[in-house]
């Protein structure tokens, strides 16, 4: 089953760009790499996906190796309210759809 | 567009209770998920559904069992509650096809005394 594994934590000057690092490098060729965030005890917030290339939202950029073992989480503006575990997340087929395994994930901190 | 609602968001039980979680979800999905969260871990699968009528076994699945009569609803039941099962629980659902983003409730804190 494809793995990440992530830094337990890291911390972010307020206005500065955070990036949260993953190496994923069991992933097989078709399989996307899935960004999520929990605040608090809050449900998970999806951010951002990528199966190859390098992806862009509202929210954050993703840039993925071009041997695709690993990918960055960019969030150009960290603010206080990007405080929050950062989940990377690859998933694997199983029985007609697919698990998503979450490791612990990043705690990010983002200072005042 | 409420997403996915679980209910109840609290509840206490004694050892040996039973009860249901309730997950509703109004985007059509086809997939559907329960996950638990312990303090300081991340989500693990306990059970999920690929359609109505269907379901299967994820990492934890000792202990619960699931139902999806309608393709809106994933409920989640504990017939003999344990101490170990005091978690967080969440419940998400994804389309399908396509990159099957995965869309979470706010979750449901249940604790076993």
């Not at chain 1, 965030?37 to 993703?62: C, D, F, V, W």
């Not at chain 2, 359609?51 to 699931?66: F, L, R």
Request: net charge positive.
């Amino acid at each position: 089953d494809a793995k990440t594994t992530q830094p337990p934590s890291m911390d972010c000057a307020e206005g500065r760009a955070a990036n949260l690092p993953c190496n994923h490098s069991t992933i097989s060729g078709n399989e996307y790499v899935y960004w999520y965030r929990q605040i608090h005890s809050q449900g998970p917030q999806y951010i951002i996906h990528g199966l190859k290339n390098n992806e862009t939202n509202e929210m954050a950029s993703l840039i993925i190796t071009e041997d695709r073992k690993s990918s960055t989480l960019i969030l150009p503006h960290a603010t206080l309210r990007d405080t929050a575990v950062y989940y990377c997340i690859v998933r694997f087929p199983t029985s007609g759809t697919y698990k998503y395994i979450f490791g612990t994930g990043t705690r990010l901190k983002v200072l005042a | 567009n409420a997403g996915v609602t679980q209910t109840p968001k609290f509840r206490v039980l004694k050892t040996g209770q039973s009860m249901t979680l309730l997950c509703a979800q109004d985007m059509n999905h086809e997939y559907m998920y329960w996950y638990r969260q312990d303090p300081g871990m991340g989500l693990r699968l306990i059970h999920y559904s690929v359609g109505e009528g269907t379901t299967a076994k994820g990492e934890v699945p000792d202990g619960y069992n699931v139902s999806r009569l309608k393709k809106q609803n994933f409920l989640l039941g504990l017939e003999s509650a344990a101490p170990s099962q005091t978690s967080v629980y969440f419940c998400a659902s994804s389309y399908a096809g396509g990159a099957n983003v995965l869309t979470f409730g706010a979750g449901s804190r249940l604790t076993v005394l």
